[in-house]
């Protein structure tokens, strides 16, 4: 059974519009958070991480939201640009194993221009 | 070269042959992955090794073994592998593995099993 679920496989959205990337876990050990962004070709590379002590970390265009009790974190990308067209991964890890990372499946999110 | 290489970037191997997946990193790192990708799967973490030695082996199928010579390389040695291994290989490299440490990804290797 996935312990993380991206359940969205693909999202298209327009160029300066706002992208909204969900994803949902089921493991209450979970306590930090990442984001991946791949495009074809290449390895995933990181975007932006939280730490269950936060709610919300921002960097730039891209924010990140956790919300603990409902086990859901979501990336909000704004404005929304072509060049953000890739396969977006969210990671999770608990303290004791902080580098083994368990990956959801990926949104492909397509930005039109 | 910088960051994390990986050869071949492409393969294709019947199920009777021997093959090795090259991993380099550039970046200093001490600790290094292996993660497998297969079609409509998440990414799956295989083995992690942490300044040359093995921490983690996830369940893995004896037919996959790595070797880590030192700590800026890494290999994947395969045999008699099935057609369900088909998949993206990736590997990965961190500075350590005590905390949560950004990954660094290769481009991945793309094999095909026949």
């Known amino acids: 059974d996935q312990q993380v679920k991206q359940n969205s496989p693909s999202l298209s959205v327009q160029e300066g519009r706002i992208s909204i990337l969900n994803c949902d876990y089921t493991?209450?050990?979970?306590?930090?958070f990442l984001w991946y962004k791949k495009y074809p070709a290449e390895g995933p590379t990181f975007l932006i991480s939280i730490s269950s002590i936060k709610d919300k970390n921002e960097d730039g265009r891209f924010t990140v939201f956790l919300n603990k009790s409902a086990k859901h974190l979501s990336l909000h990308i704004v404005p929304s640009q072509p060049g953000d067209s890739a396969v977006y991964f969210c990671a999770a890890s608990a303290g004791n194993a902080g580098n083994m990372l368990t990956f959801g499946g990926g949104t492909r999110l397509m930005v039109k221009p | 070269e910088t960051g994390v290489t990986q050869t071949p970037r492409h393969l294709v191997m019947g199920m009777t042959n021997k093959k090795s997946l090259k991993c380099e990193q550039h970046?200093?790192?001490?600790?290094m992955y292996w993660y497998k990708q297969s079609a409509k799967k998440p990414l799956e973490l295989m083995f992690v090794y942490s300044l040359e030695e093995r921490v983690e082996n996830n369940s893995v199928p004896s037919r996959f073994s790595p070797e880590c010579p030192n700590s800026s390389h890494l290999f994947l040695h395969l045999h008699t592998l099935q057609p369900e291994d088909s998949a993206l290989y990736l590997c990965a490299s961190s500075q350590g593995t005590r905390g949560v440490e950004t990954q660094y990804f290769g481009p991945g290797t793309r094999l095909l099993v026949l």
């Open positions: 970046l200093g790192h001490n600790a």
């Open positions: 493991n209450s050990m979970f306590d930090y």
